[in-house]
Nanobody, 115 residues
Framework: QVHLVESGGGLVQAGGSLRLSCAAS?????MGWYRQVRGKQRELVAT???????IYAGSVKGRFTISRDNAKNTVYLQMNSLKPEDTAVYYC????????????WGQGSQITVSS
């Protein structure tokens, strides 16, 4: 069983910044973030592999930066220039990428950006 512990959500004004953190209980290949607005599908925000390969959603590219500390099994999402449309519940995601074990999800962190 993999445990993911998120921290760093909150309320911020448009144009502000926040940082999310997610610590995994084990070493795991891909980690990242998805977000979901009530009534809509969960969508990719950004992911990063153990080797540092990153993927970003087009809507956050240039504003958000994903990074990880492999020694701590922790992934970070630095969110700058936040917009009201970034408001969502952000879920940490972790996947062994072995096509055997399922992906794992954090508990979710509410990010609210006020205009």
């Amino acid at each position: 069983q993999v445990h993911l512990v998120e921290s760093g959500g909150g309320l911020v004004q448009a144009g502000g910044s926040l940082r999310l953190s997610c610590a995994a209980s084990v070493k795991i290949n891909t980690m990242g973030w998805y977000r979901q607005v009530r009534g809509k599908q969960r969508e990719l925000v950004a992911t990063i592999t153990f080797g540092g390969f990153t993927i970003y959603a087009g809507s956050v590219k240039g504003r958000f930066t994903i990074s990880r500390d492999n020694a701590k099994n922790t992934v970070y999402l630095q969110m700058n220039s936040l917009k009201p449309e970034d408001t969502a519940v952000y879920y940490c995601y972790a996947d062994f990428d072995d096509r055997v074990r399922p992906p794992y999800w954090g508990q979710g962190s509410q990010i609210t950006v006020s205009s």
